[in-house]
């Protein structure tokens, strides 16, 4: 099993900044892809962005050039930050991790998802 904890989330102006963080913990995992997503109220999850165990990255379109997200793989974290927020991006946002589990010789491998930040964005 991997637990996953969010951190950062809140309540700031339009134009401002938020640092998000996702740290994952457990026993014989390794992570490899991880990843945030959103969901506003009435609407469906969303990707935001994700970022694999070798550093590549993709986003959504809408947050190109706004959003960054990095992962330190020493601490199973993962960060992103939010520039230049609009009201839109009003949503919980969701850490997910992609993971393997070895317990002796067998391994599977399954999805994770922390409990939720809520940015709010004011206008």
């Known amino acids: 099993q991997v637990q996953l904890v969010e951190s950062g989330g809140g309540l700031v102006q339009a134009g401002g900044s938020l640092r998000l963080s996702c740290e994952a913990s457990?026993?014989?995992?390794?992570?490899?892809?991880m990843g945030w997503y959103r969901q506003a109220p009435g609407k469906q999850r969303e990707l935001v962005a994700d970022i694999s165990s070798g550093g590549s990255t993709n986003y959504a379109d809408f947050v190109k050039g706004r959003f960054t997200i990095s992962r330190d793989n020493a601490k199973n974290t993962v960060y992103l930050q939010l520039n230049s927020l609009k009201p839109e991006d009003t949503a919980v946002y969701y850490c997910?991790?992609?993971?393997?589990?070895?317990?002796?010789?067998?391994?599977?491998?399954?999805?994770?998802w922390g409990q939720g930040t809520q940015v709010t964005v004011s206008s």
């Open positions: 997910k991790a992609e993971a393997k589990i070895t317990s002796g010789i067998r391994w599977y491998r399954s999805d994770y």
């Open positions: 457990g026993r014989s995992f390794s992570i490899n892809v």
